[in-house]
């Protein structure tokens, strides 16, 4: 029989993966995920902002992070500007504040695109998953594990798995958009 548990494993990772890379595209409002993960040099190595600072929403428009350490607040900054956020941090007594603009129209429509394009990437890994799998049940009928119906059982289930994996990107997906969309 076919390893369903580890090919659902693997979807779920799939999953696991989309949603963690939608977390980082912003919506109308501001989130600390849009800058947990962003690397600062940290002493010579590359350090997750999250593992060197507080990070906080006061309101829906802007970002604190009170770094423990007061002497790496020039390299967070380095590293804001350096990512794709498009904001400018400014710097006050012991914290970085991030003010995050309105989202204009023409940027609420390239953020809907890089959604599209992170959904196509995760339906690719999951099409690619089902290949596997596949290739997997036909070579366990090949070596006479399982009869030719029960290949095709076992393809329908496949298939009804891969279907549901689908529907929940699509959905995550539109549910992002939506939010990106919203004023």
Do not use: C
């Amino acid at each position: 029989m076919a390893n369903f548990k580890k090919a659902q494993e693997k979807l779920d990772e799939i999953i696991k993966r989309f949603q963690n890379d939608l977390t980082g595209i912003r919506t109308g409002k501001a989130h600390i995920s849009m800058v947990e993960g962003i690397l600062v040099d940290s002493y010579g190595s590359k350090v997750p902002i999250s593992h060197m600072a507080s990070i906080s929403t006061p309101d829906a428009k802007s970002i604190l992070i009170k770094p423990w350490d007061k002497s790496l607040m020039p390299q967070i900054e380095s590293a804001i500007q350096k990512s794709n956020l498009g904001v400018q941090p400014i710097s006050d007594k012991d914290q970085v504040r991030l003010s995050l603009p309105p989202l204009t129209e023409e940027r609420r429509k390239d953020l809907t695109k890089v959604v599209g394009k992170k959904m196509e990437e995760a339906r690719i890994a999951v099409r690619q998953a089902r290949e596997e799998l596949w290739r997997d049940i036909q070579q366990e009928e090949r070596d006479k594990v399982i009869s030719e119906n029960q290949k095709f059982e076992e393809k329908e289930e496949m298939e009804k798995i891969i279907s549901k994996i689908n529907d929940q990107i699509a959905e995550i997906a539109d549910k992002k958009e939506k939010e990106i969309l919203t004023i």
